[in-house]
């Protein structure tokens, strides 16, 4: 995954550009191109630092697909940082371990590395074999695709002999830009692999084993905004992410499994936009003047998975800064009108019989 970009978008083009906070956007170590936020930016700076009490997370286990590099280190950062043993899981072993060994040397807390590809079932049930080995069920799990919430409909109390929530992170996923008519079979099943199949191996394996132990959990996946708007040129993405919010939203609700939603745009940012072109474009639709930050998100998904958001359930929380809501408006593209092209508006108005 790339630097995280949950963009909340306004024209801003009249706008004088200012050099501002530049944010850099990266694919794998390589660094591609750096952003140039807009002046309003100044009005919205990102907090960097975990915002949850420290130890937060303490004793608990937190399992997170594609928990290597971009969203889902980010948010192992954080949730090592507050305590949580970690346990990340992706393809490449290798990245995997420099990532556990960084934020284990961070935060004094160890990361442990497990290589799992989340397309293989077979695979998958091995890795939570494991990860029950090295360090016991998660508290936590992020899977890395969408973060989705099961609504119970009942007031749950915490009794002090019970065992503390798991949490996991739905974080692993893909996606490129295409026509949809240049899609072949291979291209289709590539992302509904990962994205959708992925998401439901991880989630029942897991979610039998808690329920097996008599456990609670809270799963988190990572969405996108045009998995209930609509987007061309990424469909097989928006059809598998359409289908992890329907699977979190309807699974049994009897179980003690808590199922949140984050919905966010431009997480592999440098496959969606890998030379920077469309870039000044976005950020010319943000409100807010810039693109967001991994550590923004990594702030909201631990509140999610935390005992202070235990009563947000069956959820799908909008993290765009406002893009979704800016794009719906039919009048929202006059914030290209200039001052003076207004002036001459007004006096047009003014001069209208009867104003």
């Known amino acids: 995954m790339a630097l995280l970009g949950p963009a909340l ?32 930016s100044k009005f919205f700076q990102p907090r960097l630092k975990p915002m949850l009490p420290p130890n937060t997370f303490q004793g ?22 507050l305590g949580a043993q970690c346990v990340i899981a992706s393809r490449n072993l290798d990245v ?3 990532t556990a060994e960084e934020i284990s040397s961070q935060t004094g807390n160890k990361v442990h590395a497990i290589r799992c590809d989340v397309r293989d079932p077979e695979m998958v049930r091995k890795t939570v074999l494991e990860l029950i080995q090295v360090a016991g069920l998660p508290d936590v799990s992020i899977t890395g695709l969408k973060l989705f919430i099961a609504s119970e409909n009942t007031i749950r109390t915490h009794r002090g002999n019970e065992p503390l929530m798991s949490v996991v992170i739905n974080n692993a996923a893909g996606n490129f830009i295409s026509p949809t008519e240049r899609l072949s079979p291979n291209a289709w ?64 609700p009897v179980h003690e499994l808590e199922r949140k939603a984050m919905a ?6 440098s496959r969606l936009d890998p030379t920077g072109r469309f870039e000044k474009e976005m950020i010319e639709r943000v409100p807010c003047g810039r693109l967001g930050t991994v550590e923004e998100l990594a702030n909201l998904a631990t509140f999610l998975c935390s005992d202070y958001a235990s009563w947000i359930n069956g959820a799908v929380i909008r993290f765009d800064g406002g893009e979704e809501v800016f794009l ?28």
Request: hydrophobic content about 40%.
């Open 189 to 252: 099943k590539a992302i509904t692999d990962i994205v959708l199949n992925g998401t439901a191996y991880v989630t029942l394996e897991i979610g039998k084993q808690l329920i097996k132990a008599q456990k609670g959990a809270a799963f988190l996946a990572i969405t996108t905004i045009y998995a209930e708007s609509g987007s061309g040129f990424v469909v097989p993405s928006s059809s598998a992410k359409s289908g992890v919010e329907a699977m979190n939203k309807h699974c049994d």
């Open 9 to 40: 978008f306004a024209m801003v083009s009249r706008l004088p550009r200012d050099p501002g906070p530049l944010r850099f956007f990266s694919y794998g170590t390589k660094t591609l191109y750096q952003s140039i936020d807009a002046p309003q």
């Open 60 to 81: 608990k286990v937190a399992f997170i697909t594609g928990g290597g590099t971009g969203l889902g280190k980010a948010m192992t950062t954080f949730l090592s940082s």
């Open 264 to 269: 966010f745009v431009n997480g592999a940012f």
């Open 96 to 98: 995997l371990k420099a």
């Open 328 to 355: 719906s408006g039919e009048f929202n593209s006059l914030k290209k009108v200039t001052k003076e092209e207004w002036d001459v508006i007004e006096g047009l108005v003014r001069k209208t019989k009867g104003s």
